[in-house]
């Protein structure tokens, strides 16, 4: 197989580190080439002023498609028989791209494969290399703020980090991309956890570096994406037994989100996901009928993949809570084993 590779990045608001980023991607040894940059709305002359380069194309859809949308149109125009994603505020290594792309040629048993992504201005700190997800839907950059150096050759996260993945083009068409209606955040791991139900491996290289310029923010609109899209994920993508079994803690911890959301001024946020899931509970039920349709391996061959545990550098807990974690963590451990135990081949 060609290691060609098609990359798609998208570009919106002011794009400080659009011109580095592309001028990476464009600079990797290694691999031939495509980049598919989609202009979501863009208020700076940023792509207008990337230098002409015939291995760049860029497409101009007229609204904010999101990350979800605009990747997918960008994949629509994918030639090469890989494909990926790079953030624009990310900086690819020269040998990253191809690394990644030997990985997967090499192991055809790996569905998604990722970079390490360490902070820009601190390259020796992880940024993300590789994301966990809890028992109750929560997921945040993993390993964040540790040496680079712990990071593994190979580490198999539960998902990989989109701001640098690839994929065989077949294994995202297979998959169907990401759900349109995610619009952003949460989609790199339901693409991973669906590769995961689709019997594949997800990796992620320690060698393969990214150096990203990474902010964090609580604005509203992303705490209602984020809390939105982590329940869609639980309702679509976790079998019915396991569902059930989360159920008692996913209550008692969402009565405890809506009052920190409502201390953080974000409340209204919060409750806009539940009405949007409300709003759109057809939409939720069939892309659940076509999640479970699609998957080879039951969620009791996937529950190590899960952790019981919060980072308490990224999700912070009150003393007070410290308890009820301990408490959780028992219940989940007693239920899994059931889980494991109980499991049906057509659990749906």
């Keep these: 197989m060609s290691r060609a590779l098609s990359v798609v990045m998208l570009a919106y608001g002011d794009e400080p580190y659009l011109g580095r980023a592309v001028a990476a991607v464009l600079g990797s040894a290694g691999v031939e080439i495509q980049l598919i940059l989609v202009d979501n709305g863009t208020t700076s002359d940023a792509v207008r002023a990337l ?24 994949m629509r125009h994918a030639t090469s028989p890989y494909v990926g994603t790079v953030n624009s505020d990310a900086i690819v290594a020269p040998d990253a791209l191809a690394q990644l792309v030997d990985h997967l040629a090499d192991h055809p048993e790996v569905g998604l494969v990722g970079a390490t992504i360490v902070l820009a201005d601190d390259p020796g700190t992880i940024n993300s290399a ?20 712990e990071v593994p050759a190979v580490a198999s996260p539960t998902s990989v980090s989109g701001a640098t993945m690839v994929l065989r083009r077949d294994v995202w068409e297979r998959l169907g991309g990401f759900p349109q209606e995610f619009f952003a955040y949460f ?29 964090f923010s609580r ?36 009565l405890a989100i809506g009052v920190v959301a409502l201390a953080q001024g974000w409340a209204r946020a919060k409750t806009r996901g539940w009405r949007w899931i409300l709003a759109h509970r057809r ?5 659940r009928a076509f999640v479970q349709a699609s998957r080879r391996v039951p969620d009791a061959d996937l529950l190590d993949l899960l952790t019981d ?39 749906r």
Excluded: I
């Excluded at 760049?56 to 498609?65: A, D, K, Q, S």
């Excluded at 997800?133 to 929560?138: C, D, E, F, I, T």
């Excluded at 791991?189 to 990474?214: D, I």
């Design 283 to 287: 939409w939720v039920a069939d892309r």
């Design 187 to 215: 989609e790199d791991m339901e693409l991973s956890w669906r590769a995961r139900q689709a019997g594949l491996e997800v990796h992620v290289l320690g060698t393969a570096r990214v150096r990203h310029h990474y902010e």
């Design 51 to 74: 230098p002409a380069d015939a291995r760049l194309t860029v497409l101009t859809p007229g609204e904010n498609l999101g990350f979800t949308g605009g990747v997918n149109l960008g």
């Design 130 to 149: 590789g994301n966990p997800l809890h028992v109750l839907g929560l997921s945040w950059a993993g390993q964040m703020g540790r040496p680079v150096s």
């Design 219 to 254: 604005s509203p609109l992303k705490m209602y994406l984020v809390e939105r899209n982590r329940w869609l994920l639980l309702l679509t993508c976790f079998e019915r037994r396991t569902l059930m079994a989360v159920a008692p803690p996913l209550l008692a911890f969402e």
């Design 309 to 347: 545990t919060f980072d308490p550098a990224q999700t912070p807990l009150p003393p007070a809570a410290a308890p009820l974690e301990r408490l959780l963590r028992s219940y989940w451990r007693a239920v899994s084993r059931v889980l494991r135990a109980k499991a049906a081949p057509h659990d």
